[in-house]
């Protein structure tokens, strides 16, 4: 798999300042006795072109915290910006507009749609924001991914890697504002895994493309450029240039390993 080439610089209109914020994010689910606190005042930036895991023990918040950014949970309270767009002020019609034309997804399980060729689920949220996909990149995108022979196969006749080939495709191809990974190798094994971490690490410093991935897993939280460590609901630590040793020594004391 070889990396990208070089692009022209991305038109970018949009504010400076952090791609993804969380302000004071306190997240709880439901009431009285009975209330979990999943999110107990979190406040977090996530630079531009910056690759950032989020990691921490079991019921952590790490997961509730990227539904919360990626705008597919609400907030209790606090804020969550996305370019500078809050997103605890949106309608559901505007929120929605948001995830599809400025966020990205990859998720563990795929999440594509069975019915669809490999090159539908590709152009798929684009043909959603009434968009036409960039010829170039496209073909630039597919080819570095390895999915040319594949795009007319449906998900039923892809490997759970070229699955989530398509998946990476699918969220790269709009270059969005930035791209929420859920655990993004939970499905794949070792070698494939680090092929799609490498095409992320390679968007990132190829494209200036922002991610923000939830991982269990210290070799997968080495490809990026920073780690944050959540448990009980509250950020306790992060490693900027992570080793797999690192971090998993710092899970250990947080009882996450």
Request: with cysteine; proline share 7%; net charge positive.
């Given at each position: 798999m070889t990396g990208f080439a070089p692009s022209p610089p991305l038109r970018?209109?949009?504010?400076?300042?952090?791609?993804?914020?969380?302000?004071?994010?306190?997240?709880?689910?439901?009431?009285?006795?009975?209330?979990?606190?999943?999110?107990?005042g979190v406040g977090v930036e996530f630079v531009r072109g910056g690759?950032?895991?989020?990691?921490?023990?079991?019921?952590?918040?790490?997961?509730?915290?990227?539904?919360?950014?990626?705008g597919l949970d609400t907030v209790t309270s606090g804020s969550v910006l996305i370019g500078g767009t809050d997103l605890t002020g949106l309608d559901d019609r505007r929120?929605?507009?948001?995830?599809?034309?400025?966020?990205?997804?990859?998720?563990?399980?795929?999440?594509?749609?069975?019915?669809?060729?490999?090159?539908?689920?590709?152009l798929f949220p684009l043909e959603l924001a009434g968009r036409k996909p960039e010829k170039p990149w496209f073909d630039q995108v597919v080819d570095v991914l390895?999915?040319?022979?594949?795009?007319?196969?449906?998900?039923?006749?892809?490997?759970?890697?070229?699955?989530?080939?398509?998946?990476?495709?699918?969220?790269?191809?709009?270059?969005?504002?930035?791209?929420?990974a859920?655990?993004?190798?939970?499905?794949?094994?070792?070698?494939?895994?680090?092929e799609v971490l490498g095409l992320l690490r390679r968007s990132v410093r190829d494209l200036g493309q922002t991610i923000v991935m939830v991982t269990h897993d210290p070799v997968a939280?080495?490809?990026?450029?920073?780690?944050?460590?959540?448990?009980?609901?509250?950020?306790?630590?992060?490693?900027?240039?992570?080793t797999p040793d690192a971090v998993l020594d710092r899970l250990k004391r947080l009882g996450g390993a």
């Open positions: 970018d209109p949009r504010p400076p300042g952090p791609a993804v914020a969380a302000v004071d994010v306190v997240k709880t689910y439901g009431r009285g006795d009975a209330a979990v606190h999943a999110l107990r690759f950032t895991a989020i990691m921490g023990p079991s019921g952590s918040g790490k997961s509730t915290l990227m539904h919360c950014l990626a929120l929605t507009l948001l995830r599809r034309e400025r966020v990205g997804f990859v998720f563990q399980s795929f999440n594509l749609v069975p019915t669809l060729t490999a090159e539908q689920n590709i390895g999915l040319r022979e594949r795009l007319g196969h449906r998900p039923s006749e892809l490997s759970g890697g070229q699955q989530q080939r398509v998946a990476c495709a699918r969220a790269l191809l709009s270059r969005p504002e930035v791209i929420f859920d655990e993004p190798t939970g499905n794949l094994d070792s070698v494939t895994g680090r939280a080495s490809f990026a450029d920073r780690v944050v460590f959540l448990r009980d609901g509250l950020i306790v630590d992060e490693q900027t240039g992570p």
